[in-house]
């Protein structure tokens, strides 16, 4: 965690940028959050109902996620704000993950191929066109954001098991 606080503060273009991007892409499903739109009138007015809906068709994360963040109780504002406010976090954490992975080397130049990323990532169509759908919006964020981490995670653990062996590290987790 102190080694992603440094990378942001040695990086503030780039967070500044990263936001930038995400309030001019999404900005105008805030602006418009006091639309209800088809769907979201039953999330407004049976909260309850649909949670155990989401339970029945097998969508646990979900509902985890969404008890876990107290989102279950639809307020379209806010979840449009966790939803850019996650969105900037996953990029900004899959940004310092590349860095740590890349080579000495190679980790002063990649800043270009950040900005690059974070602005095509934020502005996929198709991103945009499944938030326009606010009430997973967030959830689906925080899901993309634990895929990376677990991917970084599981990518140096590779790592280590081919410089070390796998029977080294299998005793290491095993003791």
């Not at 109902?49 to 107290?70: A, E, M, P, Y």
């Not at 606010?134 to 981490?149: C, G, N, P, R």
């Given at each position: ?18 936001t ?13 959050s ?34 876990l ?81 677990s ?25």
């Amino acid at each position: 965690m102190k080694e992603f606080i440094r990378f942001i503060k040695r990086h503030p273009v780039l967070f500044i940028y990263t936001t930038i991007i995400t309030v001019l892409t999404y900005g105008g499903f805030w602006l418009n959050s006091g639309d209800i739109l088809t769907d979201t009138e039953t999330y407004i007015t049976h909260p309850a109902d649909t949670i155990n809906v989401f339970l029945r068709v097998g969508r646990f994360g979900l509902v985890l996620t969404k008890k876990l963040f107290s989102t279950e109780v639809y307020s379209s504002s806010m979840t449009v704000l966790y939803m850019m406010a996650a969105m900037v976090l996953l990029c900004l954490v899959f940004d310092f993950c590349v860095h740590r992975l890349a080579d000495e080397q190679y980790r002063n130049s990649l800043l270009p191929f950040f900005l690059v990323f974070n602005g095509l990532y934020i502005s996929s169509p198709v991103l945009i066109h499944q938030f326009y759908f606010t009430y997973q919006a967030f959830e689906m964020v925080f899901a993309f954001l634990l895929s990376v981490i677990s991917a970084y995670l599981i990518f140096g653990w590779a790592v280590r098991v081919s410089k070390k062996g796998l029977r080294t590290e299998a005793l290491h987790l095993a003791g």
